[in-house]
């Protein structure tokens, strides 16, 4: 099954050292694999991490296609595709077609191995990364994804079986322009990640089930003697959490937290205090929240405070019972660590490298700290993040200065478009594969 | 309110820089303040965090009394004691007399400030640690309780009004004798909470909930959309744990892990590798499951291994969903994490001190690593673990070579049993503070 492709295409590829980024006429890739699937990408994303490589501060030497994040459309599929593949396969092996739209994870998952079965396919057993030496990325016109029975969202089919009204409006969805659709491909679940990652941890349950820890933890504890020596009062549930970073993926974080934080009802108010070193990324975070109606801006009482470092509220040193950290640098985790309470959860998506944690045993032991790390799977949360999507597009539906995807240029323009992100110029970038 | 009590005591004080600790008389602590207890000590342990004091390792510079495990009973009380406190401070400030039997954690808590009233006494805004400069220990005939009303247990109305009849009788557990009723205070306490942290992680809800990870997430996730590719099979549920030390804390972290998966009756079987340098304390742990009742063993093909660095088994490499670090060094963090399947929990009770966590940022990401690190809140689960303590007691209740509580000794002999107890010569020691 295939339609027409060309031999060759605009591809950007990463040369070593560092800060060299090409557009190239590269082949055009093929069915590799019975699982595979050929996807002619409409749009792709550049994402703060792919700096990373671009700076030369990953461990990667080869050169490569770049980048993780694209929507498009099914052109070619492997021959385990059929109505005839197993049930025991993922059903996409059965369903998927030629001309089916769809966004992809960042991470191919098989969805057969057991990390993958538990949730977590950014660690299945045979994940890689789009935009490494193993796995062409995804800045330019063709991509090969493999396992994609697995790993690809036919759009809408992939969300509407089980959408609850309220929440999730496939038509109103589906009526998202793809630069903002491919905010599903790793940023906006990251976002949900990092702030999911706090507020689901045990340690919250005076936040966000009203009992004091341990809870009934899901019914583990299996004998309850009271031994607190007082009932919670309003006070003890004010939640108060810092944000380090206000990247895009930063910006997606903090509206998946309002999001959860509103849609949970949660009977308190909050506190948020969320950090940028950059002015124009902190002006842009004010200005989404502003625009919020408010009921997302949480209960009377709630504050929202965006600031530099210098100028954190007193409240907020050592005074976070969740930090989110969206950077994926030692000072971001060292000023992430200054915000926590005792007894806290620092929540990290940042990428991080070689650098080892700068923290000392002593440290994390006085402080009784949780600290979260990782990749998001995006497939688990995909149903989630697209509801939070629909929900609130209407500020993650602008393109423009005002919104998480500031440009869409043409992918011809690739090599300035890394220059000017790299350099904080601008906001996320989505590249046009055929403009 | 008050016993006639001396105007000396015998105590066991440490003299910096490093291993001298004296048997001297000291004054009696009398009452400071009105929240105050003094309690005519039975019986103190000698813990293995007293041995980084002990070693000159802590921060820690001035002459002071030793221990934080003690048992007693109350000889004087401070002005706040009365039948007319007022019922916003915890009960006890009504309701303690002298003359009775209490336990204490090794840590003191108000119950009065948020952080109590959420849960982490361990971390309450004034609380201290027993046998510190700021706070004389429990190696001791006499000691001063602060905020008591708060912090201490009374034996055994601090355990009847819940206790639900299979998991805790209390008539069993008063009969229970001192040195181990003396294993609240702080270790069976803290083994609980280091393998709770572990089991009631969100992540492990494959493992304790049946559900791939995010599940309900205790309903914070408002919409659901499924979007996994295939249900959970039974193999995805063999839960794999690693435990890497195995001290005093240590078997009591393995009991309390047994315990809560046999009480749980996850319906799953699971595998066990747990770890340490030390032949003789491997050879306890062995003896420790051998003499085990059948249903505390797991369910039929259920694994539980003891062995020594050099032998672990293939799959405890990168292969254990959860790792109870029970040590507290660099070296022992490194192995945890060498253990540690993608996706898992790294959950520590090990008292840390000032070196730097020997973890990179690639490394925590690249493996989607929880740490937790921290103190037992022994007030937030002394409920718990007094019901394992009961229904442990075939083990837990042995005193002598094949116990916890290797030898009880008199408290005159408290210098020799320091030496023997850093130098690995024998287990866990309690102190008679009168023979």
């Not at 969805?111 to 538990?118: I, L, N």
């Not at 919104?403 to 601008?426: H, I, T």
Request: charge should be neutral.
């Amino acid at each position: 099954m295939s339609t027409t492709i060309p031999e060759t295409q605009l591809a950007v590829r990463w040369y070593p050292a560092s800060f060299d980024v090409r557009l190239e006429n590269v082949p055009t890739p093929m069915i590799e694999h019975p699982d595979d699937a050929i996807v002619k990408i409409t749009f792709a994303g550049l994402c703060g991490s792919d700096l990373h490589v671009y700076r030369g501060l990953e461990d990667v030497h080869e050169i490569h296609i770049c980048g993780h994040e694209f929507i498009g459309h099914v052109v070619a599929l492997g021959s385990s595709f059929s109505p005839l593949s197993p049930p025991s396969r993922p059903e996409l092996y059965a369903t998927l077609q030629v001309g089916d739209k769809i966004v992809s994870p960042f991470t191919t998952s098989c969805g057969e191995c057991s990390p993958c079965r538990r949730g977590f396919t950014a660690r299945c057993t045979s994940s890689f990364l789009f935009g490494t030496p193993v796995l062409p990325g995804g800045q330019a016109q063709y991509t090969r994804v493999p396992k994609a029975g697995g790993t690809l969202f036919v759009l809408p089919s992939s969300i509407s079986p089980n959408a609850s009204a309220p929440f999730l409006d496939v038509a109103t969805f589906m009526a998202l322009p793809d630069p903002t659709l491919l905010l599903l491909a790793d940023i906006l679940p990251t976002g949900l990640f990092v702030a999911l990652q706090a507020l689901s941890h045990p340690k919250l349950s005076p936040f966000t089930a009203n009992t004091s820890w341990p809870n009934t933890m899901d019914g583990i504890l299996y004998s309850h003697i009271s031994t607190s020596a007082a009932p919670l009062m309003e006070d003890d549930r004010v939640l108060t959490i810092g944000v380090v970073g206000l990247g895009p993926v930063g910006l997606c974080a903090i509206l998946a937290l309002l999001d959860l934080l509103e849609h949970r009802q949660l009977p308190t108010r909050f506190r948020i205090v969320a950090s940028d070193l950059n002015k124009s990324r902190r002006a842009k975070m004010q200005n989404m929240y502003n625009a919020l109606p408010a009921p997302s801006k949480g209960p009377v009482g709630s504050e929202f405070i965006v600031c530099g470092v210098e100028s954190l509220p007193t409240w907020a040193r050592h005074g976070c019972h969740a930090v989110l950290e969206v950077v994926g640098t030692p000072p971001a985790l060292t000023l992430a660590l200054s915000l926590l309470a005792p007894s806290g959860v620092l929540s990290s998506c940042g990428v991080h490298q070689a650098p080892p944690i700068p923290f000392t045993g002593r440290e994390l032991y006085n402080l009784n700290v949780t600290l979260e790390f990782g990749r998001c799977s995006v497939r688990a949360l995909f149903g989630a993040a697209a509801g939070l999507l629909a929900r609130r597009r209407d500020v993650l539906g602008v393109v423009g200065e005002a919104g998480v995807v500031e440009r869409v240029v043409s992918l011809r323009d690739a090599v300035s478009a890394y220059e000017m992100f790299e350099q904080g110029r601008c906001g996320k970038v989505v590249f046009d594969a055929w403009a």
